[in-house]
């Protein structure tokens, strides 16, 4: 899993487990990928972090979701 991926999925988990409402966490985690890379657009960002949600967390797929193209 990309470091990016990484970070904003454990963030997403983590912050939902500290009892964060959804779209705050949703919010928080398109910050961090936007962090992980300035360059994307803000819709760019939520489609990634929101397809990265769904893979991870909802559907529970462990294998790399697709994305950008870093390492």
Request: charge should be negative; include cysteine; proline fraction near 4%.
């Amino acid at each position: 899993m990309r470091n990016c991926e990484r970070a904003v999925v454990t963030a997403y988990i983590e912050l939902r487990q500290c009892g964060t409402a959804d779209m705050n966490a949703f919010h928080a985690c398109t910050t961090l990928y936007r962090i992980h890379h300035p360059e994307a657009s803000l819709n760019e960002a939520r489609r990634l972090v929101s397809e990265w949600i769904d893979h991870h967390v909802v559907r529970q797929d462990p294998n790399q979701a697709p994305g950008c193209e870093c390492d």
